[in-house]
C-alpha cells in the first residue's frame, strides 16, 4: 500500500539550532512530493513540491531534499517563528492526503 | 495575488441545526477540495469537484452534502448537526495537479 510516514512527530529546537525533518515514502512511480507548513488554527500553507531524486528547493531557513525513498526538509538556524506543524503529501495521490506531520517547536 | 476565500471564519450552531460553509476557490483553478481537521487531527478529505462535477469523495457524513456552482464557487452544506462535527473545516484548490492552495478555513463549533 502506497503511503508516506513523517518523523519525528515532534520536535523541539532551541533557536539557532539546526535539524531536519524526515517524511519516508512507501510508493510505487512517485510523480512528486508536496511539503506544507500549517500554523495552529490556520489553512495549511504550500511550500515546496519536489518531482525527482536529487531535487532541492530552498526558501529563506528551509531546504527540501529527494531521494528514492525520502524527502527531508532541512531547518538551519531555526527562529521561534519556525514553529508550526510540518506536512508532507504524494502529490500524485487523488485526493491528497497527509500524514501525521511534525510539530516543530523553536524555542528562543 | 487572489488566495481562496472562505466564508464565515467562525460558525457556532446548536445540535440538529443546519451550517452552510462558502468557498471561492482562486480564480482558473480547476478543482475544489473539502477537508475537515478535528483537534490534534492531520486534515481528512471530505470531497472534491473537477470542473464542477464531483470527482472524489473521501469519509464525508450522509448529513454532509457539496456542490460547485457556475460561477465555481462551493457550498459544504452540512444537516443535523452533531457535537463531533465541531471542527476547522478547509476548502483549497488547485490547477491541474499542481499544489493545493488552502483557504483559512472556517471553525464550526457545535453546542
Redesign the interface.
Same mark, same amino acid.
Given at each position: 500500500e502506497d503511503q508516506v510516514t513523517q518523523s519525528p512527530e515532534a520536535l523541539r529546537l532551541q533557536e539557532g539550532e539546526s535539524s531536519s525533518l524526515n517524511c519516508s515514502y512507501t510508493v510505487s512511480g512517485l510523480r512528486g512530493l !508536496?511539503w506544507y507548513r500549517q500554523d495552529p488554527?490556520?489553512?495549511?500553507? !504550500?511550500l515546496f513540491?519536489l518531482y525527482s531524486a536529487g531535487e532541492e528547493k530552498e526558501k529563506e531557513r528551509l531546504k527540501a531534499t529527494l531521494t528514492k525513498k525520502e524527502s527531508f526538509l532541512h531547518i538551519t538556524a531555526p527562529k521561534p517563528e519556525d514553529s508550526a506543524t510540518y506536512?508532507c503529501a504524494d502529490?500524485g495521490n487523488?485526493?491528497?492526503? !497527509?500524514?501525521?506531520?511534525t510539530r516543530l517547536s523553536v524555542i528562543a | 495575488a487572489a488566495g481562496v476565500i472562505q466564508s464565515p471564519r467562525h460558525l457556532i450552531k446548536e445540535k440538529r441545526e443546519t451550517a452552510t460553509l462558502k468557498c471561492y476557490p482562486i480564480p482558473r483553478h480547476d478543482t475544489v477540495y473539502w477537508y475537515q481537521q478535528g483537534p490534534g487531527q492531520d486534515p481528512q478529505f471530505l470531497i472534491s469537484f473537477y470542473e464542477k462535477m464531483q470527482s472524489d469523495k473521501g469519509s464525508i457524513p450522509d448529513r454532509f452534502s457539496a456542490q460547485q456552482f457556475s460561477d465555481y464557487h462551493s457550498e459544504l452544506n452540512m444537516s443535523s448537526l452533531e457535537l463531533g462535527d465541531s471542527a476547522l473545516y478547509f476548502c483549497a484548490s488547485s490547477l491541474e495537479g499542481g499544489p493545493l492552495i488552502f483557504g483559512s478555513g472556517t471553525r464550526l463549533t457545535v453546542v
Open positions: !508536496f488554527g490556520k489553512g495549511p500553507e !504550500f513540491t506536512l502529490s487523488t485526493p491528497l492526503v !497527509f500524514g501525521k506531520g | -
